[in-house]
Each structure stands twice: as C-alpha cells, then as structure tokens.
C-alpha cells in the first residue's frame, strides 16, 4: 500500500531516548519506520489552532469498538474529530492505554542519568521528553493526555495482569494520514511496560510527505459508522476555516 504516499519530501532518523514536535497539516503524511526492532514511539496530538482540542485515547477506543490500534483506525480529538488515520501497518497492535514512563521508573530499572553529566548516554523518560516539547507552546503538566505509543503491543494475562509483548518490529512501518492540521508531539522513550535489563535505545526512520485525496470507499472513513461521523466533523471545521 505504499501508494498512499504521493512524494516523499523531508525524513530524518530520530535516536532512542529522543523527542520531537512538528506541525502536520491536513493532507500530509507521516512513515514510522522501527530501524532496530522493540522501538517505542509516544506520540500526542494538539489543535495548533486550539491547543485545548488534543487527542482522545478513550473516544478513539470506544468509537471504533477496539483495545489497540492497527490499519483502518482514526485517533479522535475531544471534540469528535479526526486527527489523523493510521491508512498502513506492519505492526498491527498499538498501545494506547497504558500511558508514559516516568524519572523514577526509570530510576530504578536502569538507574539515574541526566543530560548534563552523561550527555548522550542519559536515561529519558517519556514524561518529561512530552513536557519539554509541551513547554515550547506555552502547555504543561496539566496539559498531558493519555498517550499513543507505536510498535507496542500489551498482552493480559490470566491473572488480569497487563505485560509488554517481545514481539520484533524491525524494518515495520506505520503512516499516519492527517484529516486536519496536527501539533505532533513525539518521544522514543521506553514503553511504561519495559523491563529490560538494559535501558533501550531504539531509533526510528520519520518520513513526511503528501497523501492520496481520500476516496470515497476509503478504509478509515468507512471502517466504521462512528468515524463516518468523525470525518463529516473534520467536515464541519474546515468549513469554518476556508
């Protein structure tokens, strides 16, 4: 299905332990490639027009009768409206209910490391990765949501217990089509899950470029009645802002 991607016009390689935001506008896409295997890519998405409106991992769940995310999938806004659909997956299970890892978490798995003694070998967490590109935008704490976080797949086990499945993702690719322009914010952190015994570094390859027009018979949009209702919001709202 690489089809869905008209022209590739900007990619960059961002390490593990890294974090990342950009502005995608409506029309565009975005490849995740896992270059190593057991990457773990946290993202949140904002309204840059109305950084009140940001994603819904509840709604995004619930509309659409589903525990993870895959192909044909659309990720909701509070508002009911659709950031983006994820139109390709090699993966085929993403996390979106267990949230982000945390200073000491971290801590205590793999030990205390900060930036300004350890440099690139410092120990990052996916909380405060999302608090400093937040803060580049005038947000903060209060301003984090639930998280999606790519090329996880939790696994429940018969005691109810939620665990991090060692499933390899390497060379697999996810790609996001925006429905409306989005502030992306992303982390390579490690899932909340991960229990390795050494802290991961695992980079990714981002590739951004112009989608097909949405068809119709598209997947998403007609994946389900609830996002053929999220698509006619997103209708709503460009209406407003021609």
């Not at 900007?10 to 995608?24: A, C, F, I, Q, V």
Request: aromatic residues 8%; hydrophobic residues 35%.
């Amino acid at each position: 299905m690489k089809n869905t991607i008209k022209n590739i016009q900007y990619e960059t390689r961002l390490p593990g332990s890294s974090h990342w935001s950009l502005k995608m506008r409506r029309g565009t896409i975005m490849r995740i490639t896992d270059l190593n295997g057991h990457a773990n890519v946290g993202l949140l998405f904002y309204n840059p027009e109305n950084l009140l409106e940001r994603y819904n991992a509840p709604d995004t769940l619930k509309c659409q009768h589903t525990f993870k995310l895959t192909q044909n999938h659309c990720l909701y806004s509070d508002m009911g409206r659709i950031f983006a659909s994820i139109t390709e997956d090699q993966f085929g299970w993403h996390d979106t209910v267990c949230g982000n890892s945390h200073a000491d978490q971290i801590a205590e798995l793999w030990g205390q490391r900060d930036y300004q003694q350890h440099r690139n070998e410092w120990h990052q967490n996916g909380t405060d990765a999302f608090l400093v590109e937040l803060a580049k935008y005038g947000l903060g704490k209060a301003d984090l949501a639930s998280n999606l976080n790519l090329f996880s797949k939790v696994a429940v086990g018969a005691d109810g217990q939620l665990s991090l499945a060692q499933e390899n993702s390497k060379g697999k690719e996810v790609v996001l089509r925006f429905e409306m322009d989005t502030l992306v914010l992303i982390h390579t952190c490690p899932h909340p899950l991960n229990v390795e015994s050494q802290y991961p570094e695992r980079p990714v390859l981002i590739e951004l470029g112009e989608a097909e027009t949405v068809s119709e018979n598209d997947a998403c949009l007609m994946h389900c009645d609830e996002n053929i209702r999220g698509f006619k919001n997103n209708n709503l709202y460009h209406l407003g802002n021609i």
